[in-house]
């Protein structure tokens, strides 16, 4: 099976004229089309918010379309909270969802008059000591085991470091309300990249019922319950998107089921999706440039795990499509690129079709967590990032990086001597 781009080999074959392999690029179109269905699938929901999680695209350009379309930003580090506030979001539209927050975080968040998510009962006193508590705060909960859909397995919250105890969010929020807190939030994450129409209305199902017995034990008045992330995309072309109309009709059921008999019908549904709303409208652009056939066929490109970690990270997949040889004759190999690591492969084992030196290939879902987990591993320079935009014209959002950018914060150390 293959996956469409969503850029023409016409339209690529110019944007490489002007823009060298290797770059991300990005679908204005199919940007703006996501975030409107994601809208749409929740509109029965009145205050529904969209954060995006910065960390999953950190490009002020594809921050500011998302800011058209009525969308906040998630954000979790201090240069994420001051791109927001540089780009105009207001203290509403951003949430700072940290961990191990370093001081000076907490007290630019405050600052902001961001929306803070604890991650731990014990960051109570931590920020009452660094700053002032706010009249809005969220707390995020672990409900620890395993996260179960039907038979499967999807996650392991009891291993993960993020989040309290029920017991500690019930306490925290006693502590809260004490502290001058008048509006509560409730924030959980309990699976990654779930391709299943049934995971957001399961999460939503644990944290309504949380939320029910929460109100009762401690007398808060509960604002909001943010889903968080983890509705993925099918990086395999075999796999069946998710859709988010009917994601959307399930919270809604288990909301109607659960909230409104508890007199909690009035609590906002957000949500913080980063992989969901920009992965599959991503492009790496990627050049061949060498042949080799040991005990394997080896195909190197000009792009490496710099520009897309993921693979030799977890040893994900991602789709590619040759954009000069679409049908031709198939071959197994290893895509790889160019540093001292044998995990470098943005495939291994593929049938793809016989690839020749000078080819153009796409590596597909890459708009989220591809730029954004970039490294200088060898001194590699990341590269640039480009916007398809609705016009059909490409515009450079972000250029490559220089020598003189990677050597800029060395002392003794002159470049042009």
Known sequence: ??????????????????????????????IRQTARDLYKAFSWNEGFKEYFAIKATP??????????????????????LLMADKLGF?????????????????????ELGATINLDAYEDIAFLKSVTSIPKVISCRYNPGGVFELGTDIMDNPEEAKFGMTKEQLIQAFIELKELGV?????HALLASNTVSNDYYPELARQLFELAVEVVEKTG?????????????????????PNDIAIIGEGVHRVFDAILKPAGLGHVKIYTELGRFMLASHGLLVTRVTHKKKTYRTYVGVDASAVNLLRPAMYGAYHHITNMDRPEELTEVVDVV??????????????????????????????????FSMGYQYNAKLRSA??????????????????????LATLYGFDIEK
């Open 1 to 30: 099976m293959e996956k469409k781009p969503f850029v023409t080999k016409e339209q690529l074959e110019k944007i490489v004229e002007k823009y060298p392999t290797p770059f991300h690029l990005y679908d204005e179109k199919g």
């Open 59 to 80: 490009n002020p350009s594809i921050l500011k379309i998302l800011q058209e379309e009525g969308c906040g930003v998630d954000t979790a580090s201090y240069v994420e």
């Open 90 to 110: 207001s203290g509403k539209e951003i949430m700072f969802s940290s961990n191990n927050t370093p001081a000076d975080e907490f007290v630019y968040a405050r």
């Open 182 to 186: 008048e509006e509560f939030g409730i």
């Open 220 to 240: 808060v008045h509960l604002g909001f319950i943010n889903l968080s992330g983890g509705v993925g995309v099918n990086y395999k072309p075999e796999q069946e």
């Open 337 to 370: 690129g160019s540093l001292c690591e044998n995990n470098d492969k943005f495939a291994k084992q593929r049938e793809l079709p016989v690839t020749e030196i000078g080819d153009l290939l796409v590596i597909h879902d890459t708009g989220a967590h591809g």
């Open 385 to 406: 990032e480009v916007l398809l935009q609705e016009d059909g014209q490409a515009r450079l959002i972000r250029r490559a990086e220089k020598p003189e950018d990677y």
